[in-house]
């Protein structure tokens, strides 16, 4: 079956401006997670959706950072006036129902760089 | 707050060798611990997990790990590694009352002909 998917696969864009990641989750997951990875780091948490709400964003690092996830399907991270250290790998992923210990699914990822 | 130490961060060894990757861990309460391995420009991949009972556990393509709570460790090993192992490997653990998953840093594995 379909695994998770995101797009674009790669983004350049230019400091300051507004980038928009798309997640797409395994049908029937309703938890959805962000991580961001830098280059030689593992992955760092971002936010975490259950259905159509953000059950925990304390990984966000500031208020640059939002994303949603409106019909609890789909989501988009979108990052306002970007900087060049927002350069990374943007990762997304599912499980079935958010519990602890649960398997999260992941996507290929979107490498932001940011000139 | 929890956080994962994965002491190496590459690892070379020949095909057919065992391979162990460390992983430590630090929390203050119970934990569920995961390997994810990720093969070059694809996704991250669960290997296995410890969420209870038996410390040993066994995961995909021949991999285990061994949980030691005492040690707060929780090694991947393989007996004998092929070509198409060379992946970047992360440990992660996950507090049993929720909370976010903590990844460490990463091992890189190249098996060498």
């Known amino acids: 079956g379909a695994g998770v998917s995101q797009t674009p696969s790669n983004k350049v864009t230019e400091k300051g401006k507004y980038v928009e990641l798309r997640c797409d989750p395994i049908s029937g997951h309703t938890a959805l997670y962000w991580y961001r990875q830098s280059l030689g780091q593992g992955p760092e948490f971002l936010i975490y959706f259950q259905g159509t709400g953000a059950a925990d964003d304390s990984g966000l690092p500031n208020d640059r950072f939002f994303a949603v996830r409106p019909e609890g399907s789909v989501s988009t991270l979108k990052i306002q006036r970007t900087e060049r250290g927002d350069s990374a790998v943007y990762l997304c992923a599912s499980s079935l129902s958010g519990r602890e210990g649960e398997t999260q699914y992941f996507g290929p990822g979107t490498r932001l760089l940011v000139l | 707050a929890q956080s994962v130490t994965q002491l190496d961060s590459q690892v070379p060894v020949f095909e057919e060798a065992p391979v162990e990757l460390r992983c430590n861990y630090s929390s203050s309460v119970s934990v569920y611990l995961f390997w994810y391995v990720q093969y070059p420009n694809q996704g991250l991949q669960l290997l296995l997990k410890?969420?209870?009972?038996?410390?040993l556990v066994k995961g995909i393509n021949g991999f285990e790990a061994e949980f030691n709570k005492s040690q707060t460790s929780f090694h991947l090993r393989k007996p004998s590694v092929h070509i198409s192992d060379t992946a970047e490997y992360f440990c992660a653990v996950q507090k049993t009352s929720y909370d976010k998953v903590i990844f460490g840093p990463g091992t890189s594995l190249s098996v060498i002909p």
């Open positions: 410890y969420l209870s009972g038996s410390t």
